[in-house]
């Protein structure tokens, strides 16, 4: 880039550390011509453009601050919140584009929402996609359905993939007859 100061097309790196959270690199540089130094921080580059236009930084926090505001009431932990919004942050940032909409991210996580709980993925939704009938809500619980049938369907007989739920628990005997040894 060039200097600040004389606008002279290059620089001179004289010394690169990575910040404490590692999401950026601070760079000290010197210009060759003018020989002032200057700082560059270099980060990775993820805007979220609004729908009034204005671009603001990718925040995970608002993510998980908008899903919190649907899951109210329901059994969702703050713990399941912060792994829905590492999920979409990386699957904003899988895409490999710098640039997103609010509908992009929007999009990211009706997905894990949809997993995570259902009744706030439907209030999620309805917002999202601005529902405004009945119809609105029939057609999405529809999809719903569709898709947990097509899940039963697709799903290995016997792989029991529910989180947590397990039939053979550990040191589940109770009480079994142990055969007596003196049995003589
Ligand atoms: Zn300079």
Redesign the pocket.
């Known amino acids: 880039m060039h200097?600040p100061?004389?606008r002279?097309p290059d620089s001179r790196v004289v010394d690169s550390r990575t910040t404490d959270d590692g999401t950026s690199i601070r760079r000290r540089r010197q210009?060759p011509?003018?020989s002032?130094r200057f700082t560059t921080v270099e980060t990775c580059s993820l805007m979220v453009v609004k729908r009034s236009g204005v671009t603001e930084p990718f925040s995970r926090t608002k993510v998980i601050n908008g899903v919190r505001k649907a899951c109210q009431g329901r059994p969702v932990t703050e713990d399941a919140l912060a792994q829905l919004g590492q999920r979409v942050e990386e699957a904003v940032r899988a895409t490999g584009s710098a640039e997103l909409t609010t509908h992009d991210v929007g999009l990211a996580i009706l997905g894990p929402l949809q997993e995570l709980d259902l009744v706030a993925y439907l209030r999620f939704a309805s917002v999202y996609r601005a529902f405004d009938s009945l119809d609105d809500f029939e057609a999405a619980v529809g999809e719903l359905r569709d898709q947990r049938e097509k899940r039963l369907d697709e799903e290995p007989q016997g792989a029991g993939r529910e989180p947590g739920v397990k039939d053979c628990g550990p040191g589940g005997t109770g009480e079994v007859p142990v055969p007596a040894t003196a049995a003589d």
């Open positions: 200097c100061f004389c002279h210009c011509d003018c002032r």
